[in-house]
């Protein structure tokens, strides 16, 4: 087995991923964050030499699997409370510039919420897929993770939602009251053409 990490200075310089073969990536799910140093290989292509599980902690001289798993039974499990009360470090997973948000992904966070964390364009100026960022987190209404920006704006556009409504709703009161008008005003012509007909 073997797997890539994704780093956009690098890929940037060389167009591809770096490359991990299976005992570098031992341990690891898709969308941890980890620390490696890079080699490139006689045909150009960017290969990990070293990887250390962010801490520090070597997970890629051989036996890393077992270094790995027992920095992660030091570490207790992500409860809600911590996860709201301190910053997080995720990796940009997907941004979708049209539609203006992305979401970060964080081992922790998507173990705890079951999802990435939700967040907004202009929040993360500059960064891209495959960066490392630092945020804070929120729930909203249902549980899902969001940036407090990203959640500030969903308020913000609901507390508009009622006054939108009842704009909509009086307009088209307003479009129904001209339409009965124009009814009325029609009747008077009507029954003058209905007695030019008799």
Known sequence: GYGFVRHAGIHRLVGRDVFLSASQFA???????????VELTPDGLPRAREVWRDGGSDIGRGGGAQGSQESEAVASPLTTETMLAREHRGVVAEYDEV????????????RLCGKD??????????????????MRVVLDAVGRPRTPEAAA???EMEARMPAAIAAGQL?????AAAFQGAREARQP????????QQ
Do not use: C, M, Y
């Open 27 to 37: 341990g690891r799910e898709v969308g941890d964050t980890v620390s490696f140093a």
């Open 99 to 110: 539609r203006g948000f992305g979401f970060i992904r964080n081992r922790e966070i998507h």
């Open 117 to 134: 964390v939700f967040f907004r364009k202009g929040e993360f100026p500059g960064k891209s897929v495959g960066d490392l960022v630092v």
């Open 153 to 155: 704006h969903a308020a």
């Open 171 to 175: 307009a088209a009161a307003s479009g």
């Open 189 to 196: 012509w009507q029954q003058q053409q209905q007695r030019k």
